[in-house]
């Protein structure tokens, strides 16, 4: 997705960087679902930082708890503060031509492959929205638990 994004977002003076995690254990997941996750997510980033440019950082992590976690940040102009609770909503939008569904959407997508998606903003610093899917139990893991 990183790839495909990238003169759409350097149209709109944005750059992509990619903060991604070595060695991340593999998630059973549907690649074009998640893909779609992540280009709406981007793509919305990019929108947000369409007047002023900026940066759109992509990062992959492992949690505590054993799942991937996706992070997709903007410095766009933030969330905001009394609507956050409400972006994952079907029909709702803060932006002019939107639908208010691919937030819905992506949320579907994800709890549908047992994960969990939210977002927060920095007050006026842009706006992260990150999503956790279930790692697969490597190897090692598997040959622990028979013996």
């Known amino acids: 997705?990183?790839?495909m994004l990238r003169a759409e977002a350097a149209r709109h003076g944005v750059s992509i960087r990619a903060d991604?995690?070595?060695?991340?254990?593999a998630v059973s997941a549907d690649r074009v679902q998640i893909?779609?996750?992540?280009m709406n997510l981007m793509l919305n980033g990019i929108e947000a930082m369409s007047d002023t440019g900026g940066?759109?950082?992509?990062?992959?992590e492992?949690?505590?708890?054993g799942r991937i976690q996706i992070s997709v940040i903007d410095t766009g102009p933030g969330l905001p503060p009394d609507e956050v609770s409400r972006i994952f909503d079907a029909f709702f939008t803060t932006k002019p031509q939107g639908s208010g569904m691919g937030l819905s959407i992506s949320k579907s997508i994800v709890e549908s492959h047992e994960g969990r998606i939210w977002a927060r903003s920095d007050d006026g610093r842009g706006a992260?929205?990150?999503f956790t899917l279930?790692?697969?139990p490597t190897p090692s893991e598997i040959s622990n638990v028979a013996e």
Request: charged share 10%; aromatic share 4%; glycine share 4%.
């Open 1 to 3: 997705m990183l790839g």
């Open 20 to 25: 991604l995690a070595d060695n991340l254990s």
């Open 35 to 38: 893909q779609q996750v992540l």
């Open 55 to 60: 940066v759109l950082t992509v990062k992959s």
């Open 62 to 65: 492992m949690t505590t708890e």
């Open 128 to 130: 992260a929205f990150s």
């Open 134 to 136: 279930p790692a697969l």
